[in-house]
């Protein structure tokens, strides 16, 4: 039972690349987040998802997309990478709305 | 505007003392709160959770006290072990709400030996 997952752990970018960060669990979870961590700041929700196939805005959507095709799965896209999108990339789960989210081990991005 | 705030960046304390943690909110809309613990290269691990209808919640070594009047909580960990050395965020949700938590900057604890 390997919980959440992250992949990858770093990657550098140049402006204007794009890449995918894939989140997985293996905990039948129906809800997935992406979160980011700035220096200075709390955790942000980026979007996220209510279950397979459905996701949603959150906080800082922007220049972000997400996908969720798959229930244990949930990709983050960057289309065209700034430095502003420099950051730790978080994913976490939960079993339901009101439940203890679980997070992966985090990626750490960083784009020149 | 930061909804949740946690005022200390960092806290020091020896081991075998108490170390208190604490965090503040804005929205009186909030009424479920957490407190996650994070490690260096790892996700945050939650550590304790209280409702607003309780006042306190006790796991352990961990308390966490809540005075909705003052919009108030705080972490209590009795007693405080290096391996507790740790970041610690709070975060806070209003049940009626979004499936959103808003989480404090967090407050660096070392515990020392």
């Known amino acids: 039972n390997a919980g959440v997952t992250q992949t990858p752990k770093f990657r550098v970018l140049k402006t204007g690349q794009s890449m995918t960060l894939l989140c997985a669990q293996d905990?039948?979870?129906?809800?997935m987040y992406w979160y980011r961590q700035d220096p200075g700041m709390g955790l942000r929700l980026i979007h996220y998802?209510?279950?397979?196939?459905?996701?949603a805005k959150g906080e800082v959507p922007d220049g972000y997309n997400v996908s969720r095709l798959k229930k244990q799965n949930f990709l983050l896209g960057l289309e065209s990478a700034a430095p502003s999108q420099t950051s730790v990339y978080f994913c976490?789960?939960?079993?339901?709305?009101?439940?203890?989210?679980?997070f992966g081990p985090g990626t750490r991005l960083l784009v020149l | 505007d930061q909804q949740v705030k946690q005022n200390s960046p960092s806290l020091s304390v020896q081991e075998g003392r108490i170390s208190i943690l604490n965090c503040d909110y804005t929205?009186?809309?909030?009424?479920?709160f957490l407190w996650y613990k994070k490690y260096p290269a790892e996700g945050p691990t939650f550590l304790i959770s209280i409702s607003s209808i309780k006042d306190k919640n006790e796991d352990g070594r961990f308390t966490v006290f809540l005075n909705k009047s003052a919009k108030h909580l705080s972490l209590h960990i009795v007693p405080s072990q290096p391996g507790d050395s740790a970041v610690y965020f709070c975060?806070?949700?209003?049940?009626?709400?979004?499936?959103?938590?808003?989480f404090g900057t967090g407050t660096r604890l070392k515990v020392l030996a």
């Open positions: 976490a789960s939960s079993q339901g709305q009101l439940e203890t989210q679980y």
């Open positions: 929205n009186s809309m909030f009424d479920y």
């Open positions: 975060a806070a949700r209003a049940t009626s709400g979004t499936y959103k938590y808003i």
């Open positions: 998802s209510v279950g397979e196939g459905t996701t």
């Open positions: 905990m039948n979870h129906e809800y």
